[in-house]
């Protein structure tokens, strides 16, 4: 067992999958806060919807959660989306104070009001949120940032309401950061040790341990200008 930490769940926020920019890309980003208990499955909290199933949401996305301390940081750098660069704006579920990428390592589980999660992948950045913040770089800026945000799955089915904690409960790999991760994905990109040692890890989400071993196979980066770049047709 690790050393025990919490923290408080400012908002949970959940919502339907609309229109999105004036294209009307289907998008469940902007999620609203919720009050009282929401019920919270394997495929995530009831009610709450993707509007790319592919890419978005399922068993190793089913809660997405954003360090509200980021948006901040956010807001002195582009000061002109102030407005949008508030809680809630990156399409978290979870708001949540005191707790960035270098908190949670792959493979945490932790205790979220009566149910159980584990820290399943961090966030990859992708061409909505250009259009979200009406920022043509804003992927990439997030993605050379470190502040993506990160995965749960569900451990065990519960009840989670905003107010409650998050309280870690196990840490098996606490030389995963997600902090790290960004680092070796986005940066240190050919780094063959760490990625060997990144694809021996149980647990790994089938999309990423596909990356990891692509990289290694072919000594080249993905290619991700289908991620971040909007679509032009």
């Not at 592919?54 to 809660?63: I, L, Q, T, Y």
């Not at 950045?125 to 979200?132: A, G, N």
């Not at 998050?166 to 040790?193: C, E, K, M, V």
Request: charged share 25%; glycine share 10%.
């Amino acid at each position: 067992m690790t050393t025990r930490l919490q923290w408080h769940v400012e908002e949970l926020r959940c919502g339907p999958a609309v229109p999105l920019g004036p294209r009307g890309y289907p998008s469940g980003i902007d999620k609203q806060p919720v009050s009282g208990p929401l019920h919270l499955s394997v495929a995530g909290f009831e009610g709450d919807q993707q509007g790319d199933t592919v890419n978005h949401g399922g068993p190793d996305k089913a809660v997405h959660i954003y360090a509200r301390d980021h948006y901040a940081a956010w807001r002195r750098e582009l000061p002109h989306r102030a407005a949008s660069l508030v809680p809630g704006g990156f399409g978290e579920n979870l708001v949540v104070p005191g707790i960035d990428e270098t908190a949670p390592c792959l493979g945490d589980r932790m205790r979220l009001g009566s149910a159980i999660v584990e820290v399943s992948q961090g966030r990859q950045p992708c061409w909505k949120l250009s259009v979200r913040f009406n920022q043509t770089d804003m992927p990439r800026r997030v993605q050379d940032s470190g502040r993506t945000g990160w995965y749960f799955r569900v451990l065990e089915e519960g009840e989670v309401e905003a107010g409650c904690m998050l309280t870690l409960l196990d840490r098996p790999h606490p030389a995963w950061t997600i902090a790290r991760i960004n680092r070796l994905f986005y940066h240190d990109t050919l780094n063959i040790a760490a990625l060997r040692e990144l694809s021996a890890l149980p647990g790994l989400t089938p999309s990423w341990r596909r990356l990891v071993e692509n990289r290694l196979s072919r000594l080249a980066v993905e290619d991700w200008r289908r991620r971040l770049d909007i679509p032009q047709s």
